[in-house]
């Protein structure tokens, strides 16, 4: 198995690409179902926002895997391999694992260690897991990843600065009107981004916020919190008229605003500049506008230069954070090691658990005059007797499997006590929360703990079966 990393972002494609990649909530599942059906992926989940769309794979085959995925983009998102492969990115293991906790903590994000990626992670891993396309690997690496996030936000002053890509955009604006204060400001779409931009305009003194949303209810729950005003879309060229500073950030696939629509208003504003900046991938406002008399046209990407002004202190906060990112990479790894140990354990076990229960067999065979209660007591002893053999030499390969050649540890284990007729027979890995649990070659859940039988009763033929102990795996939560 493998893990890897493959997508476009911020830094290796433009806005005009990347927008074309773009995925909405909804178009979510159907995209996964999609990636999960390519041929090698075993896990995959997928993070799109503004400035990258990623996805992150575990697969078993990466030579065909790359062939299949790059066939996947051209087919899901309708873009010629010839246009996205000079900026498609590729990590493999380690550095893909890294290159997650990183996004996570918003050490790769346009702004260094903002705070809205911690969510859009979360959530496509909430999406992937909900469709069932993640598994034992995707499972805890991503629930590691959103707590190593967590814990950099609390433990350092990351995210103390307000500097996100809508901070940018008012600075932006700040630097060319100088004050807001007798300013009219239009901020088209109500979501996150729309909510940020608000209140820092509010917090820059806006004398004027009105808010348009093709929800009203939205915009108009916007506007009250920063005493703005929520107007239909189907004002639009009247607000034009009137407005100083327009910022956008919708969540449409379509132009909100175009060259056209623009250009009918500027007679009725009498020479006054117009200043938009469009934050939405993909884009809200038509590229063309900027070639208007009187207006100035800004996307995300022209944010860039704003935003690293004002990262001076992060970039000393994010020092530590990639401190913490090399301990979760160590504690991953060693995760990964001890993960091959689990299917020999059961099958000594498997093994242990049939010899015992021959001699059981045998045993009463010998002695039917035994009572029932004799019957379990000797059961329940014979029992420990194995349990108690078993332990140590189950603690001791857990712990050479952490070791730099575990590899070779659980090889010579499983030749020592001659497991190689009961390993389970390879099986796709099962999709499931529970990344201790496998099938057996069966299909047979078993689940993973040392039981014995209640005291009354005589034990069942699924209470005489040994059950593996759990594998000690990395301890995370979301």
């Known amino acids: 198995m493998q893990i890897l990393t493959v997508g476009l972002h911020y830094r290796t494609a433009p806005v005009d690409l ?23 992926v075993l896990e995959c989940v997928i993070v799109s926002t503004c400035n990258r769309t990623e996805l992150y794979l575990v697969v078993d085959r990466k030579k065909l895997c790359g062939h299949s995925i790059h066939a996947y983009l051209e ?16 990590l493999e293991e380690e550095e893909a694992v890294k290159h997650l906790f990183r996004v996570a903590c918003g050490l790769d994000s346009m702004v ?19 469709e069932k396309t993640t598994g034992t690997y995707f499972n805890t690496l991503f629930k590691q990843a959103i707590t190593l996030a967590k ?46 931009t608000a209140k820092h305009l509010h917090s820059g003194g806006a004398a004027e916020l009105i808010v348009m949303n093709r929800t009203m209810a939205k915009a108009a729950e916007l506007a009250e919190r920063f005493g703005g005003q929520a107007l239909p879309i189907s004002r639009m060229a009247a607000e034009l008229e009137r407005a100083d500073i327009v910022i956008s950030s919708t969540g449409s696939h379509e132009l909100v605003l175009t060259r056209g629509e623009v250009e009918a208003v500027l007679p ?52 530590r954070i990639e401190e ?32 015992h229960q021959d001699t059981m067999d045998s045993l009463m065979k010998k002695l039917p005059h035994l009572s ?11 029992k420990s007797i194995v349990n108690q053999m078993l332990r140590d030499p189950i603690t001791r390969v857990k712990e050479l499997a952490g070791e730099e050649n575990g590899h070779e540890a659980i090889e010579q284990f499983r030749k020592l006590f001659a497991l190689e007729e009961w390993a389970s027979e390879p099986t796709k890995p099962e999709l499931t929360e529970e990344s201790g649990a496998q099938e057996d070659g069966k299909g047979r859940r078993e689940v993973l703990e040392l039981r014995d039988h209640p005291e ?23």
């Open 75 to 90: 087919h899901q998102f309708g873009v010629s391999r010839d246009e996205f492969m000079p900026h498609l990115f590729y």
């Open 151 to 196: 814990r950099a936000r609390t433990e350092t002053s990351i995210s103390d600065n307000p500097v996100s890509v809508s901070y940018a955009a008012v600075e932006l604006g700040r630097r060319f009107f100088g004050s807001f204060v007798d300013k009219r400001v239009l901020i088209l779409g109500a979501g996150k981004m729309g909510e940020l």
């Open 324 to 355: 913490m990112i090399e301990e979760e990479m160590r504690a991953f790894a060693q995760w990964l090691k001890t993960l091959g140990v689990g299917p020999v354990i059961h099958a000594l076990q498997r093994k242990s658990s049939h010899i």
């Open 456 to 478: 009354s009763g005589k034990p069942s033929a699924a209470e005489r079966s040994y059950v593996p102990e759990p594998v000690a795996s990395a301890s995370v939560t979301a």
């Open 268 to 319: 009725a504003r009498g020479g006054r500049p117009l200043f938009l900046i469009d934050i939405a991938v993909p884009r809200d406002l038509d590229p063309a506008i900027a070639e208007l008399p009187g207006v100035q046209l800004f996307n995300i990407d022209h944010l860039e230069s704003i935003v690293e002004s004002n990262l001076e202190e992060r970039k000393k906060t994010a020092v």
């Open 372 to 382: 029932e209660h004799d019957q379990t007591l000797i059961y329940r002893l014979t």
């Open 18 to 40: 990347r927008e074309k990649f773009a995925l909405s909530a909804p178009k979510l599942p159907e995209a996964l179902q999609e990636l999960r059906r390519t041929a090698s």
């Open 112 to 130: 260094l260690g903002e705070t809205q990626i911690l969510g859009q992670v979360r959530s496509a891993f909430q999406t992937a897991q909900a």
